[in-house]
């Protein structure tokens, strides 16, 4: 069971362009949003994360939106450079004490074009 | 280099044999987390340990088991191995409760 939906799976963005990534989850009880990026070969690193009582959160070129009433959060990449090529999954994980559950989105190949 | 060291790389093994898959955290992280990733199913979740206990269950079938010992460190066995096991084992570690996961480079397991 899905519990993440994550598109598209593919994006080709040339280089100075936006690259947003789209993903919408179904359990109200998620309480935390990360993105995370990962290079062929490596394991996935987080790039960045919100809580659904912020509306936006910006780190350098990248920016989370959280529509928490439609259930929706994107993430964009602002003037997307060769070097952003990578595979990017947007996750939710419930808190409950010590345990933490991440569910992952199916990934987002982004291929940056010079 | 995210601290979290997984052992071994690559390996390559036989239908119906066994693997243990290793993994050491990040210095104080009590939280360590095993993920499966192939192309068709992306990251699946399997099992979540907290110093030494069994915290939170995903997807993990039944051939599949793992610990968290005293010193922190984790392992994954997988037995009685099929072609379809076949995927990179990620394992990750935290130090609180939220999905800030630091993982490894992974091990590629190959069924033949």
């Known amino acids: 069971q899905q519990q993440v939906k994550q598109s598209p799976q593919s994006l080709i963005v040339q280089k100075g362009g936006i690259s947003i990534i789209n993903c919408a989850y179904e359990n109200t009880a998620f309480d935390y949003f990360p993105w995370y990026q990962q290079f062929p070969g490596k394991g996935p690193a987080l790039l960045i994360a919100?809580?659904?009582?912020?509306s936006e959160k910006k780190e350098g070129r990248f920016t989370i939106s959280f529509n928490k009433s439609a259930k929706q959060f994107s993430l964009h990449i602002m003037d997307s450079q060769p070097g952003d090529s990578a595979t990017y999954f947007c996750a939710a994980s419930i808190s409950t004490g010590t345990a933490s559950k991440l569910t992952f989105g199916t990934g987002t190949r982004l291929q940056v074009t010079l | 280099d995210s601290g979290v060291t997984q052992t071994p790389k690559h390996l390559i093994t036989a239908t119906g044999q066994r693997v243990t898959l290793r993994c050491s955290p990040r210095s104080g992280d009590l939280s360590v987390y095993w993920y499966q990733q192939s192309l068709d199913q992306g990251l699946q979740f399997l099992i979540q340990y907290y110093n030494g206990e069994e915290r939170a269950k995903g997807n993990i079938l039944e051939r599949f088991s793992a610990q968290q010992f005293p010193d922190l460190h984790s392992e994954l066995n997988l037995s009685s191995l099929e072609l379809g096991d076949s995927a990179l084992y990620f394992c990750?570690?935290?130090?609180?409760?939220?999905?800030?996961?630091?993982f490894g480079e992974g091990s590629r397991l190959t069924v033949l």
């Open positions: 919100i809580r659904p009582d912020v």
């Open positions: 990750a570690s935290a130090r609180g409760n939220t999905g800030e996961l630091f």
